[in-house]
Every structure is written in C-alpha cells, then in structure tokens.
C-alpha cells in the first residue's frame, strides 16, 4: 500500500512546472468566479430568509434591476461627473505640490530634518477631521471638497517623492557628474527617470485617498457628488439603488487604480 | 632582475619616457581625511606620482589603502583635499572635460537598455543620434556585447554590466582614462581579453590611462609602471617600471619576466596585505571585547 501510494505520488512535482503558468492562472481565476458564485448564493439566500428587517439585503434581482434605472439616470451621471471633476482636481493641485516640496525636502537634508515629523505625524491623520475649516474657507460646494482631497494627495505625493529622491543610487549621480551633465541634465537624465516609480506610487496612493477624502466629505456636507447621492437615496431607504450605487463607486475605483497601476508598469 | 628599477622620487622622471614634454598629470602631495575628531581616518597620506602622457600607470594596494578615495580625487568628485592634482595647468577640484571615469561599483542606468547606456556621454554632448549609435556601436562590439544592445542592465550579469561601462566611458573618448577595479567582475580570462582591447586602444589613441587595481597580474600585464600602496595610512610605497616590450598582449603572462615582477611586487604587497588583515582582527577582537 506504502509503495503504491509513493508510486503513484513521484510524478506530481513533474506536473507542478505545468500547472506553475497558464493553468494555474486559470483555477486562481475559477476560485474566484467561484467565491463570487458563492457569496453571491449566500446573499440572495439570506434576503429571501426573511432574517433581515425590511430590504436591508435586498434580493440581487432588485439590485441589477436598480443598476440599469441608475446608469440611464442623468442625475447620476451628472454627480458622477462633479465627483470626478473633484478628484481629478485635487489628484492634479496635490501631485503638483506633493512632488515639488518631496524634490525640495529629499534634496535638502536639513530641511527634511526639519519638516519630517510634521509630514509623519500629519500625514496618517484623517483629513475629514479638516473639513469644518475648508467649508468655512471654501463654501458647500466642490472646492472645499477639492482642498480636501488635494491635502490628502499631496501628504502620499509628497512622502513618497522625497523617499525616491535620497533612495537614488549615489553611483549614478557621480556618474553624471563625472560625464559633467548640466544641472537640466541631471534633473531630466538621472533624478527624473530614477524618481519615476516611487512618484507614479505616490499618485496612486494620493489618488486612492483623494477618492475617500472627497466622497467621504461629499457623505458629510454637500449638495451634489457621488456622495451626496448616496446619501439621499440612503435617507429615501431605496436599498437597490444604495447598493447598485456602491457597486458603481467600487467599479470606478478600481478601475482608476488599474489605470494607473497600468501606467507605471509602462 | 635588473630591469626592476623602483624610484622613491616625486616627479616620476623617468629614462624610458620622452623627456621634457610635460607629465599629462601630476599629484603631488595629496592627502585626505575623513571624520572628524576623536574618529579622523587618514585615506590618502602624501602621495605623489606623475602620470606622462600616453602612459599606463596602475595603482596597486591592499583594500581599504585609499585607492578609491584617491580616484575620485582625481576624477574631480572630491573637491575637498589637501594638496594638489594638476592636469595641465589646472588644479582638480571638479571632474575636468579631458577625463573619463569607470566606477568600481555597478553603475549602468537601470532605465536605459545597453546602448543608451553606452550612448549616455554622446547624448549629453548633443551628438546626432544616428552618429551616437554608431559609436556607441563600435565600443560594444568591441567589449563583446554587441547582441545584447537592446538588454537592459537586469538582464546582464555583473561583469557584462561591467563592461557596458567600460565601452560607456570609452565611447566619449577622454584624453585620460581613470578606471577603478574595472575588471573585479570579471573572469580570469574575460580580464585578460578585455585588457588587451583597452590596451589596444590605449596605444592606438595614445591615452593616459590610471588604473586602479587589486590585481598584480592584471598590474603587470597592462602598465608601464606600477604605483604600489601601503596599507592605512595610504602611502606610496615603491614605484615600479614594467620593461616589457610593447605592443603587448595577454601572451607575456606566460613568460619569465612577467613573473619575475609578479614576484617582486608580490613580496611588498604581502607585507601590506598582511598588516591590513591583522589590523582587521585586532579590531574585531577589540569589538569581541566591548561586546
Ligand atoms: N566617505 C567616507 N567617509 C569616511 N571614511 C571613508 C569614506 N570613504 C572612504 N573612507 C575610508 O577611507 C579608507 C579608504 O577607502 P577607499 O574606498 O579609498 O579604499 P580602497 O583602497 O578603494 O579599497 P577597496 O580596494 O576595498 O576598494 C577606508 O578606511 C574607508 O573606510
Ligand atoms: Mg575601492
């Protein structure tokens, strides 16, 4: 029995190396259908269980049903629209200061010194706790939204600029300077290509928290945005459209991550 | 035995060279500290030689005996030392136009594949790029790569990175190649094809060339004289004249006199060697006892 079982156990690791490439993407990729399947079963079983008060968890029937009155809806598509309009500001005002104070900071040890902790200990507050300032400073509207998400961007920007900016192989800039390249040389043929990962990171973790800041403060006070949205269909206790709304809110998320993620593979 | 001439004198003045023309370089009485107080290291301590123009000098010592500090004094990267360096007219204190440097640590461009690398010097002196291809081309082929011109430095091993580096700084063809321990990545007989391509050129271009190394066959196999080191401080110890005919190639390695210098300089290094592994284990022995 002993030998059998040995016997018939020596060919598995010469079928591991098959299984190690496409086919192993393929099971990775049928557990995961599979674990949507499955929670997807759960869900409907629990609504149609009666467990739960009321449409807390509303059938998915309803759900899809909601998702198509939603994306033909123009009130959606025009909150949408202020909500990226938000993000894609405070991303662009964030990233712009974030990388020129991490180039001033990562080139300027005494300054770095000097500034570090407040960046450090700043940096993992949350920003909402700010937002009762930027409404008295900016208004109701999209801009208190957009400083929001424009301070959050900017901490991620900023810290990850500098970190790239000293983590430069000191080799390479004696290399330039040995070869005598201009201060424009060295900026756009070393510090730029080297620093390029850890800024593209820096914008899609700034990106990533400029997308909370800004829905969570739409959430708080506001008159339109995604946000603002989802809590008006949540006071209506329209559960469908509050679900297909989050699905949407994950769907553009995620899609902007891999977008992004996609350009610093490039 | 009689061809082994050493000289203690500062100015290098030397039979064999083409007197009166001036030395393409002279350092004279060079000397920098690192730390301060309590923890000053003395890297270089007055060291002087002249380098004549088309000559090949080494620089030879035992690790840690200040041979980098040294290069990158000369390469203008320290301006900071006591001293001077003089090329021409001019004291060193930033990397001056007529010198070309290869690094000792791994120093290809990570984002740039084999021949943009090469291509680096040509690129910031505004060449053409179809002109900067071309030479860049040249000096590849030359250090035996010319099928990885699309690879990028991860995709190379350490002494073929090595090599892209060489070709990198050869391609801006500099009046004075300083190289240090260019060939410690590579393999016995990869050094020694490579240094008869670089000694090629070397005689072709009538370059001065300072080569800082570790490696006395290497030492003997490429230079008209050896600048010997002595470990901490860094001192010049002998300065040897390597009387084997030229043109030259990787063949003298195999012959008498060749090893009669390997033997010579050997005794000399070995004594450096030696009290730089014995300091090493007082200090280690010294650290045991704090611990
Ligand atoms: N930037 C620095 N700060 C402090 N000490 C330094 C610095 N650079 C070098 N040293 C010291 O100077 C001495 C000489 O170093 P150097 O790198 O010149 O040696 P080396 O001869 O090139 O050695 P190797 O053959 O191992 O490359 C060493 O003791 C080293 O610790
Ligand atoms: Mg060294």
Redesign the pocket.
């Known amino acids: 029995m002993a030998a059998t079982g040995e016997m018939s156990a020596r060919p598995r690791p010469v079928a591991a190396p098959v299984m190690g490439g496409e086919a192993s993407a393929r099971s990775a990729f049928f557990l995961r259908l599979a674990c949507a399947a499955f929670v997807f079963a759960a869900w409907e079983g629990l609504s149609r269980s009666g467990l739960f008060y009321g449409e807390v968890v509303p059938s998915l029937i309803s759900i899809v049903r909601a998702m198509g009155v939603l994306l033909v809806d123009p009130v959606f598509w025009t909150n949408l629209k202020v909500t990226f309009l938000e993000v894609a500001a405070s991303l662009a005002i964030g990233t712009l200061l974030g990388v020129v104070t991490g180039i001033v900071l990562g080139a300027n040890r005494f300054l770095m010194r000097a500034f570090e902790p407040y960046i450090y200990y700043l940096s993992p507050t949350p920003r909402i706790i700010l937002f009762p300032i930027m409404i008295m400073w900016f208004g109701v509207g999209p801009s208190s939204k957009i400083a929001l998400g424009a301070l959050s961007a900017f901490f991620a920007v900023a810290l990850s600029t500098a970190a790239g900016m000293r983590q430069i192989d000191q080799i390479l800039i004696r290399v330039g300077r040995s070869f005598r390249a201009s201060k424009w040389q060295m900026a756009t043929k070393i510090y730029l290509p080297a620093m390029k990962i850890p800024v593209l990171n820096g914008i899609r973790l700034g990106m990533g928290t400029a997308i909370i800041t800004v829905l969570l403060a739409e959430t708080k006070l506001s008159n339109q945005g995604l946000g603002y949205l989802i809590m008006q269909v949540y006071t209506r206790f329209d559960m469908p459209t509050l679900y297909a709304l989050l699905i949407a809110v994950f769907a553009i998320a995620g899609a902007s991550n891999a977008l992004i993620g996609r350009a610093i593979r490039e | 035995m009689t061809s082994l001439s050493s000289e203690t004198s500062l100015t290098g003045a030397d039979p064999s060279k083409p007197s009166g023309s001036a030395p393409a370089m002279v350092i004279d009485d060079v000397v920098k500290r690192?730390?301060r107080g309590n923890d000053i290291?003395t890297?270089v301590d007055h060291v002087s030689f002249n380098v004549q123009q088309g000559e090949f000098v080494s620089v030879i010592?035992?690790?840690?005996?200040?041979?980098?500090?040294?290069?990158n004094i000369i390469g203008g990267l320290l301006g900071d030392y006591d001293g001077n360096v003089l090329i021409g007219d001019e004291r060193i204190s930033a990397p001056h136009p007529e010198v070309g440097m290869v690094f000792?640590e791994e120093s290809t461009f990570p984002w740039r594949n084999v021949i943009d690398n090469v291509a680096f010097p040509l690129e910031l002196q505004g060449v053409a790029k179809s002109e900067r291809m071309d030479r860049a081309h040249h000096f590849i082929d030359m250090v035996g790569l010319a099928n990885f011109e699309k690879n990028y430095p991860s995709q190379l091993s350490g002494g073929m990175k090595q090599r892209v580096s060489i070709a990198r700084t050869l391609v801006s063809q500099p009046k004075i190649l300083l190289m240090?321990?260019p060939f410690a990545a590579l393999d016995e007989q990869t050094r020694l094809l490579l240094g008869d391509k670089i000694t090629q050129i070397q005689q072709q271009l009538h370059q001065t060339t300072l080569l800082?190394t570790?490696n006395l066959t290497e030492a003997v196999q490429l230079s008209d004289r050896i600048v010997v080191m002595t470990y901490?401080p860094?001192r010049v110890k002998r300065i040897v004249n390597i009387d084997l005919p030229r043109p030259r190639t990787s063949d003298v390695v195999g012959s008498d006199a060749f090893g009669h210098y390997v033997a010579e300089i050997w005794n000399d290094l070995r004594e450096e060697a030696s009290r730089g592994m014995a300091d090493s284990e007082t200090a280690a022995s010294r650290r045991g006892a704090h611990g």
């Open positions: 690192f730390g290291v890297a010592g035992p690790s840690g005996c200040g041979k980098s500090t040294l290069f000792q240090d321990e800082i570790h901490r860094g």
